[in-house]
């Protein structure tokens, strides 16, 4: 830490006008005083939920009015393209300005091992594209399935230590389909209060009876589950998305254990990183054959995309036939298939990935700490900066961005009211350097709005 303004970035931002390559340093669009608010901050997306009128585009307006006002105030700063690989240096498309920023530090990133980008990775799909083409042309039950989608569900099972596998073209698909595809009207779901939306929408979909326990209370999950007699679901993360922290599992098997209830864990983003051998936190914490059903994704750590669930033969066997939202879809990419199956190949053999991986969190975590920056209750490589001002994240996030980081904000609803913050990702690939770059920049924006001293 400790650089100065001048040293603190190496970002540029260059465009499609005149200016195109020009190099910009940082400190000519860093706005000395903060910016006045838009009234329309003050709302939100729970806004235009639910409107009166018969007409079904009735919100249209209303939201688009807003809409017209809070992008350019903030919301631009979502789904903004990028220029680059998922790298640890990032370009992006300023859509505000129509420019490119160039070099920006990444923590918005998923890629947590590095591996997307990988020349192993990507021969390994240019070779595949050589044999298959693009795209799988056909559900995985019919027409769509290959000999790699085999093989690497073979794989997937054989490093999860489990009977068998089956993958899903994407991991919300993996959640709705295994929840929805197991559970019946009459049945009883208990997940934690910060379970993931796909949890959430698979519940939904089950038409099972839905309750929640308190984040992390084994006690609270005991209540929920006493006094039901038929068949029972327990879902817990690995490690929650929008918090970083962990669950005590040890206590929550116990609970699950006397009441006759299944527990599923979803490791999407723990799963690779933890554990001796990067299986995920039920390796980490010693409970890896007490879990049930393991599901995760392969967008985060593997770099790709898709899903997976991991357990006995006949709890795959059942679900292939009754998880519609991997039946009546296309199966995934073969090329994907072909890079996932070396990203998982090089996440097994390199397992100096997951030290640094560790190394980089404890010392992004004490460069937080020196600056007394907030970061909850995080345990693991996603750190959540908590700034609690909802009405000011977007204006934050603007300055962070024009100061050479990119990061995401995240606000109601994606948070409760008044927990709004920034989620930073580390990634086994980030430099010290770069590292120190990112925390001097993000803290010198909240200096400004006094999130820290």
Not at 382 to 395: C, E, G, H, L, S
């Amino acid at each position: 830490m400790g650089q100065s303004k001048n040293e603190s970035s190496t970002a540029s931002i260059d465009g499609d006008s005149a200016e195109k390559g020009r190099r910009i340093d940082v400190e000519e669009s860093v706005q000395d005083s903060q910016p006045a608010l838009p009234g329309a901050l003050e709302y939100d997306y729970t806004n235009f939920y639910f409107g009166a009128g018969d007409d079904a585009f009735a919100l249209l307006d209303p939201f688009d009015d807003w809409w017209t006002e809070v992008k350019p105030a903030g919301y631009y700063l979502f789904e903004l393209p990028m220029h680059s690989a998922p790298a640890t240096r990032i370009d992006v498309e300023d859509t505000k300005t129509g420019e490119i920023r160039r070099g920006l530090v990444n923590f918005a990133s998923y890629n947590y091992l590095g591996l997307s980008y990988r020349p192993e990775v990507k021969q390994a799909i240019k070779d595949a594209a050589d044999l298959y083409g693009g795209g799988s042309s056909g559900s995985p039950i019919l027409s769509g399935t290959t000999a790699l989608h085999t093989q690497f569900a073979e794989e997937v099972a054989a490093f999860k230590g489990t009977e068998s596998a089956m993958i899903f073209p994407t991991g919300y698909s993996a959640n709705v389909g295994t929840i929805s595809g197991l559970m019946r009207s009459g049945d009883l779901i208990v997940a934690d209060q910060y379970a993931h939306a796909s949890i959430v929408d698979g519940m939904i979909l089950s038409k099972a009876k839905s309750r929640f326990f308190r984040h992390n209370r084994a006690d609270d999950l005991d209540r929920k589950l006493k006094g039901f007699a038929g068949k029972k679901l327990v879902i817990v993360e690995g490690v929650y998305s929008m918090d970083g922290d962990t669950p005590p599992l040890g206590e929550l098997i116990e609970v699950c254990k006397k009441h006759g209830a299944r527990i599923m864990i979803d490791e999407a983003h723990s799963a690779f990183v933890f554990g001796e051998t990067g299986k995920g936190v039920a390796e980490a914490q010693g409970f890896d054959k007490d879990i049930d059903i393991h599901l995760g994704t392969f967008s985060k750590s593997l770099g790709g995309q898709g899903g997976y669930i991991a357990g006995s033969t006949k709890l795959i066997n059942y679900l292939r036939g009754f998880s519609r939202s991997r039946v009546f879809s296309c199966a995934l990419s073969p090329v994907v298939v072909a890079g996932l199956r070396k990203s998982l190949e090089l996440a097994s053999n390199e397992p100096e990935l997951r030290t640094k991986l560790w190394e980089n969190v404890a010392y992004m975590q004490k460069l937080l700490a020196d600056a007394q920056v907030p970061i909850g209750d995080s345990t693991s490589h996603v750190i959540p900066i908590m700034v609690r001002d909802d009405a000011r994240v977007m204006a934050m996030g603007e300055e962070i961005f024009r100061e050479g980081v990119y990061i995401n904000p995240v606000k109601y609803p994606a948070v409760g009211k008044h927990k709004s913050r920034f989620r930073m990702s580390i990634s086994a690939a980030h430099t010290k350097e770069e590292l120190e770059e990112g925390a001097a920049a993000i803290v010198r924006v909240l200096q400004r709005y006094d999130v820290c001293p």
